[in-house]
């Protein structure tokens, strides 16, 4: 059974884009930004090597701590 989530995206002029996206597909957030066509630079390809595609999260829902991984990533990252 398919079933979509709304995201509400503002991207960095300030400009709010609404998304639907399915979560039957196993897409990240990255990868339905570029469906959409937004400029997300991506470098990587959604491989978690880059920090390139970073965002911030404002939502109540529960979100797993960072790992070390990302925690590295993220200390190489620019707009943090």
Known sequence: MSQ?????LTD?????????????MQ???M???????LP?????GGM????????YVESDHPLAERSEDEEAMLSEAFYV
């Open 31 to 37: 990868e339905i930004c570029k469906a959409y066509e």
């Open 12 to 24: 960095r002029e300030g400009k709010l884009h609404t998304l639907i996206a399915p979560t039957d």
């Open 48 to 55: 978690a090597m880059c920090a390139s595609c970073q965002c």
């Open 4 to 8: 979509d989530i709304t995201i509400y």
């Open 40 to 44: 997300v630079e991506g470098t990587c």
């Open 27 to 29: 897409m990240n957030l």
